[in-house]
């Protein structure tokens, strides 16, 4: 299952050919580090974990480590002395977010759940009504202040309040009667009155009462098992109690299961259905800085993304949502017409999950991110929306050590010091499922595109673009299948691969054939709704092995035969991994190679009109065979092939593998020595076959094939993983005894950046509301004035001055409906500017409490913004 991940998922992925999913132990070596050397700016990277994280902010602080590279609450971080403040850079970032899943089991009346055991039990959190109502019970505001400090906002969506394009969503609680504050009153009366209702049913008369202070069921108290965080103590674990005693207040009896995460996610991991838990205090890392949230709609209220309670695993009971499903598929596949279609779909979808409640938001959080000043020659890149990330890694700029190298020292928190939490599965959905392998894991390998950490714009890595060769053609809807047409013929040559006959084929289309099924169509004359051309930087994987087209072949035949249930004893064939690739799958239209892949031109079905580089980037070519939570994670073809056959076929050890968390079986992992044991096997296994993957036979020439398997075994034996790569560094030793991983820089000369490419790049001015004044109560019939001060900086450097003229302020009030009226703010003098509202347009508008939204920015970059209310009488 991928429901319990700490972190957002950045971008929809699409394995298709062609379309991004959205030395060195061989080659490259170290030496020559530095700004103008092929790949980062260090040469080594050391991994190692705290226990406590005050004891890693004042390791920072004394030198013992570079960078603290888990965020703190501010709790943590105001502890720390004024000396050991000023030894410290500090990164703020709102990137952090808690929510409260909900156990839902059956989602019908009459309630009931018996589990395998034999067991009967009255879930009231079964009932819509009384999931809906906790959003009155909890004080969001009370967290907030008492136990975040203020370093953070109530939420009521995914979308954290005061990004770019989260306002239109986080307009929906308003319209539904939310509040900071909550209604106490109100939650328990509406809880009250629904579960009388249930006690009416036929199967709950006189059964299901309240008895004195709490419910019972058959006689017995209703008791609710609340899975609480112990591990984030100044956190979660207060944040869970204080929500234990509210339920109580309900008149739930709750059984307060204060565990570290390490317990909490074996009893999350198994079916909803065994009723061992009614609520779980989720916590969240941001994932990327975005300008558009439709991902987040989809990975936290849409059952078909896998992160709703069951995970769409075959045999679990699975929350489903068939509506938020449909328009979440639509909405980040870029099926529809236009911005406003976008925006309806997003904002039904997601006011459909607030109002079912499975997924209950919080607060967003801001946290305190550290690095030791004086190790550094300037501060690096960090998503303005997430925080430290893997463009922190590839372009901190260390000093050398003695001897001249440049090693970089990163501490991440670890409440059982551990940093080997879940599965190294670069293929199935749950793998890399923490924030530990995810921090190590993500400066080793290339996704084709990234979201750009200053502006979230979809930015080109591995490929090479020209937005003159990517055009987007629809009309509206004309077949009654609820989406637009495409207009753009499909070139006949172009190629699909078929996972039933196991060949390229032509004139064929993968599509949703009815019911949620998806199968092979054959059809002499498909149409699309984008076409992009582009080229791939090939360079060389760590093995010292060249990147070629069989890479990108195989990538797009693996995802089409792992995706598709081929005759009922396919081995090669995982549930949850169908379950996140199939819609995407059929987006795809087809593929047409240039010149031995020199370039492709690509067919698919997406629409993005708000932003054409997110068409190129939807279009892109890949190398990713799986893992689409961890956009980074890309390993070499044999690798994948290697993992697919331990699954399929068997391992030398008699252990039975898998690509999701089953606990019946074992997931696959490139750094675990039994499995890197089996891989080792298989490869040699393969090499001695002299084993060519049928979907590559007319690309990669058996001799080609056994130079991949040796390279692949001596990187293993050199390195002791299997994590083969493209990034710009790679795994270069892992002490399971020690928790400690080593990287050390890919300098093969083909490599496509130098250490000072992605610094330059990054460099852009960017602006910073530091306070608004709004009027207490403004009046329909007087003018109201609003003030805005602004500074500007240069990311990431945070040295800020008072805002110039250059800078564009906009004040946009907006009612209960979501209507938006906006007022240009003027200049004033530096850092000052002002926005009078004329009477004659506010008289124009009705009495009423509406949002304000204030918006700075210089150029194209993402706005500043922040958010509040203004009365108006």
Same mark, same amino acid.
């Given at each position: 299952?991928?429901?319990?991940?700490?972190?957002?998922?950045?971008?929809?992925?699409?394995?298709?050919?062609?379309?991004?999913?959205?030395?060195?132990?061989?080659?490259?070596?170290?030496?020559?580090?530095?700004?103008?050397?092929?790949?980062?700016?260090?040469?080594?990277?050391?991994?190692?974990?705290?226990?406590?994280?005050?004891?890693?902010?004042?390791?920072?602080?004394?030198?013992?480590?570079?960078?603290?590279?888990?965020?703190?609450?501010?709790?943590?971080?105001?502890?720390?002395?004024?000396?050991?403040?000023?030894?410290?850079?500090?990164?703020?970032?709102?990137?952090?977010?808690?929510?409260?899943?909900?156990?839902?089991?059956?989602?019908?009346?009459?309630?009931?759940?018996?589990?395998?055991?034999?067991?009967?039990? !009255?879930?009231?959190?079964?009932?819509?009504?009384?999931?809906?109502?906790?959003?009155?019970?909890?004080?969001?505001?009370?967290?907030?202040?008492?136990?975040?400090?203020?370093?953070?906002?109530?939420?009521?969506?995914?979308?954290?309040?005061?990004?770019?394009?989260?306002?239109?969503?986080?307009?929906?609680?308003?319209?539904?009667?939310?509040?900071?504050?909550?209604?106490?009153?109100? %939650?328990?009366?509406?809880?009250?009155?629904?579960?009388?209702?249930?006690?009416?049913?036929?199967?709950?008369?006189?059964?299901?009462?309240?008895?004195?202070?709490?419910?019972?069921?058959?006689? +017995?108290?209703?008791?609710?098992?609340?899975?609480?965080?112990?591990?984030?103590?100044?956190?979660?674990?207060?944040?869970?109690?204080?929500?234990?005693?509210?339920?109580? +207040?309900?008149?739930?009896?709750?059984?307060?299961?204060?565990?570290?995460?390490?317990?909490?996610?074996?009893?999350?991991?198994?079916?909803?259905?065994?009723?061992?838990?009614?609520?779980?205090?989720?916590?969240?890392?941001?994932?990327?800085?975005?300008?558009?949230?439709?991902?987040?709609?989809?990975?936290?209220?849409?059952?078909?993304?896998?992160?709703?309670?069951?995970?769409?695993?075959?045999?679990?009971?699975?929350?489903?949502?068939?509506?938020?499903?449909?328009?979440?598929?639509?909405?980040?596949?870029?099926?529809?017409?236009?911005?406003?279609?976008? &925006?309806?779909?997003?904002?039904?979808?997601?006011?459909?999950?607030?109002?079912?409640?499975?997924? *209950?938001?919080?607060?967003?959080? +801001?946290?305190?991110?550290?690095?030791?000043?004086?190790?550094?020659?300037?501060?690096?890149?960090?998503?303005?929306?997430?925080?430290?990330?893997?463009?922190?890694?590839?372009?901190?700029?260390?000093?050398?050590?003695?001897?001249?190298?440049?090693?970089?020292?990163?501490?991440?928190?670890?409440?059982?010091?551990?940093?080997?939490?879940?599965?190294?599965?670069?293929?199935?959905?749950?793998?890399?499922?923490?924030?530990?392998?995810?921090?190590?894991?993500?400066?080793?390998?290339?996704?084709?595109?990234?979201?750009?950490?200053?502006?979230?714009?979809?930015?080109?890595?591995?490929?090479? &673009?020209?937005?003159?060769? =990517?055009?987007?053609?629809?009309?509206?809807?004309?077949?009654?299948?609820?989406?637009?047409?495409?207009?753009?013929?499909?070139?006949?040559?172009?190629?699909?691969?078929?996972?039933?006959?196991?060949?390229?084929?032509?004139?064929?289309?993968?599509?949703?054939?009815?019911?949620?099924?998806?199968?092979?169509?054959?059809?002499?004359?498909?149409?699309?709704?984008?076409?992009?051309?582009?080229?791939?930087?090939?360079?060389?994987?760590?093995?010292?092995?060249?990147?070629?087209?069989?890479? =990108?072949?195989?990538?797009?035949?693996? %995802?089409?035969?792992?995706?598709?249930?081929?005759?009922?004893?396919?081995?090669?064939?995982?549930?949850?991994?169908?379950?996140?690739?199939?819609?995407?799958?059929?987006?795809?239209?087809?593929?047409?190679?240039?010149?031995?892949?020199?370039?492709?031109?690509? !067919?698919?079905?997406?629409?993005?009109?708000?932003?054409?580089?997110?068409?190129?980037?939807?279009?892109?070519?890949?190398?990713?065979?799986?893992?689409?939570?961890?956009?980074?994670?890309?390993?070499?073809?044999?690798?994948?092939?290697?993992?697919?056959?331990?699954?399929?076929?068997?391992?030398?050890?008699?252990?039975?593998?898998?690509?999701?968390?089953?606990?019946?079986?074992?997931?696959?992992?490139?750094?675990?020595?039994?499995?890197?044991?089996?891989?080792?096997?298989?490869?040699?296994?393969?090499?001695?076959?002299?084993?060519?993957?049928?979907?590559?036979?007319?690309?990669?020439?058996?001799?080609?094939? *056994?130079?991949?398997?040796?390279?692949?075994?001596?990187?293993?034996?050199?390195?002791?993983?299997?994590?083969?790569?493209?990034?710009?560094?790679?795994?270069?030793?892992?002490?399971?005894?020690?928790?400690?991983?080593?990287?050390?820089?890919?300098?093969?000369?083909?490599?496509?950046?130098?250490?000072?490419?992605?610094?330059?790049?990054?460099?852009?001015?960017?602006?910073?509301?530091?306070?608004?004044?709004?009027?207490?109560? %403004?009046?329909?019939?007087?003018?109201?004035?609003?003030?805005?001060?602004?500074?500007?900086?240069?990311?990431?450097?945070?040295?800020?001055?008072?805002?110039?003229?250059?800078?564009?302020?906009?004040?946009?009030?907006?009612?209960?409906?979501?209507?938006?009226?906006?007022?240009?703010?003027?200049?004033?003098?530096?850092?000052?500017?002002?926005?009078?509202?004329?009477?004659?347009?506010?008289?124009?508008?009705?009495?009423?409490?509406?949002?304000?939204?204030?918006?700075?920015?210089?150029?194209?970059?993402?706005?500043?913004?922040?958010?509040?209310?203004?009365?108006?009488?």
């Amino acid at each position: 299952m991928k429901k319990y991940l700490k972190f957002m998922v950045p971008a929809a992925m699409i394995a298709v050919l062609g379309l991004a999913v959205a030395g060195c132990g061989g080659a490259g070596g170290l030496g020559g580090g530095g700004k103008g050397a092929k790949g980062p700016i260090a040469d080594k990277v050391i991994f190692d974990v705290r226990m406590d994280q005050t004891i890693a902010m004042k390791d920072t602080a004394e030198g013992k480590t570079d960078i603290f590279f888990t965020g703190v609450d501010s709790k943590i971080y105001r502890a720390l002395s004024k000396e050991d403040k000023e030894k410290l850079d500090t990164y703020a970032v709102p990137s952090g977010s808690w929510s409260l899943e909900v156990n839902p089991i059956p989602n019908a009346a009459p309630y009931i759940v018996k589990t395998k055991d034999g067991k009967t039990f !009255f879930n009231p959190m079964a009932i819509a009504d009384v999931r809906y109502a906790l959003n009155w019970l909890i004080d969001r505001k009370k967290i907030v202040d008492e136990i975040l400090l203020g370093d953070g906002d109530p939420a009521f969506t995914a979308m954290t309040p005061g990004q770019p394009g989260t306002y239109k969503y986080n307009l929906i609680a308003a319209k539904l009667g939310m509040a900071d504050r909550g209604n106490e009153q109100k %939650a328990i009366a509406d809880i009250d009155a629904a579960m009388k209702k249930a006690a009416e049913l036929p199967e709950n008369k006189g059964k299901l009462a309240k008895t004195g202070q709490f419910w019972t069921y058959a006689g +017995k108290e209703i008791i609710l098992p609340f899975l609480i965080r112990v591990d984030d103590p100044t956190g979660r674990l207060l944040e869970g109690r204080y929500i234990a005693d509210q339920l109580e +207040k309900a008149g739930f009896k709750v059984d307060r299961l204060e565990y570290d995460r390490s317990k909490c996610f074996k009893i999350l991991d198994g079916d909803p259905a065994d009723y061992q838990w009614s609520f779980y205090t989720e916590g969240w890392g941001a994932g990327a800085t975005r300008a558009w949230w439709d991902v987040s709609v989809c990975q936290m209220y849409a059952p078909w993304y896998g992160y709703m309670p069951g995970g769409g695993v075959e045999g679990f009971w699975n929350y489903q949502n068939k509506e938020i499903d449909e328009l979440s598929t639509k909405s980040m596949n870029g099926w529809f017409q236009d911005s406003d279609e976008y &925006w309806k779909l997003n904002l039904r979808a997601t006011e459909l999950g607030v109002r079912d409640s499975v997924r *209950v938001y919080i607060c967003s959080q +801001k946290q305190y991110y550290v690095t030791n000043k004086a190790r550094f020659n300037s501060r690096f890149a960090y998503g303005l929306g997430d925080g430290l990330n893997r463009w922190s890694i590839v372009t901190a700029d260390v000093k050398p050590e003695k001897g001249g190298q440049r090693v970089l020292h990163v501490t991440q928190y670890s409440a059982k010091g551990g940093l080997f939490m879940s599965a190294w599965d670069p293929i199935g959905v749950d793998g890399f499922s923490d924030v530990y392998s995810g921090a190590i894991v993500e400066p080793c390998g290339d996704s084709s595109t990234f979201e750009a950490p200053n502006s979230a714009l979809d930015t080109p890595l591995r490929v090479k &673009w020209d937005l003159t060769n =990517v055009e987007t053609k629809i009309q509206p809807d004309a077949n009654g299948d609820g989406k637009p047409d495409g207009l753009i013929a499909v070139d006949p040559e172009s190629i699909t691969y078929n996972s039933r006959t196991k060949a390229w084929e032509k004139g064929l289309e993968y599509k949703d054939v009815g019911e949620g099924k998806f199968d092979y169509v054959k059809n002499d004359k498909i149409m699309a709704y984008s076409k992009a051309t582009m080229s791939y930087l090939y360079g060389k994987w760590h093995s010292g092995q060249p990147i070629t087209l069989a890479d =990108v072949m195989y990538a797009s035949a693996f %995802a089409m035969e792992w995706a598709n249930k081929d005759g009922e004893g396919d081995k090669m064939y995982d549930e949850t991994y169908a379950s996140q690739f199939q819609p995407l799958l059929a987006t795809s239209k087809g593929s047409t190679i240039v010149n031995n892949g020199e370039s492709f031109t690509n !067919f698919f079905d997406f629409n993005w009109p708000m932003d054409k580089n997110r068409v190129a980037s939807t279009g892109a070519v890949t190398l990713k065979t799986g893992n689409p939570g961890r956009p980074s994670v890309v390993v070499s073809w044999e690798i994948s092939e290697t993992l697919a056959k331990l699954v399929a076929e068997g391992s030398k050890s008699g252990t039975v593998y898998s690509f999701s968390q089953d606990p019946a079986l074992t997931e696959v992992d490139v750094i675990a020595p039994a499995c890197l044991a089996d891989i080792k096997a298989k490869l040699q296994e393969m090499l001695d076959a002299k084993y060519v993957p049928s979907c590559i036979q007319q690309w990669v020439k058996p001799e080609d094939a *056994v130079a991949r398997y040796k390279a692949a075994l001596e990187f293993i034996e050199k390195n002791g993983n299997a994590y083969i790569s493209n990034g710009p560094y790679y795994i270069s030793k892992v002490d399971y005894n020690a928790n400690y991983i080593e990287l050390s820089a890919f300098r093969d000369a083909t490599y496509p950046y130098t250490g000072d490419y992605w610094p330059k790049a990054f460099q852009m001015n960017v602006t910073r509301i530091d306070g608004v004044t709004l009027p207490p109560n %403004a009046q329909r019939t007087k003018d109201a004035v609003i003030d805005v001060a602004v500074s500007q900086l240069t990311y990431p450097i945070d040295k800020a001055v008072a805002g110039t003229k250059d800078v564009k302020v906009t004040i946009t009030l907006i009612d209960a409906a979501g209507k938006e009226k906006a007022f240009a703010a003027k200049f004033v003098k530096d850092g000052s500017f002002k926005a009078t509202l004329p009477a004659a347009d506010l008289g124009a508008l009705a009495a009423g409490t509406y949002t304000v939204v204030v918006e700075s920015k210089l150029a194209d970059e993402a706005p500043a913004i922040v958010s509040g209310t203004l009365p108006l009488n």
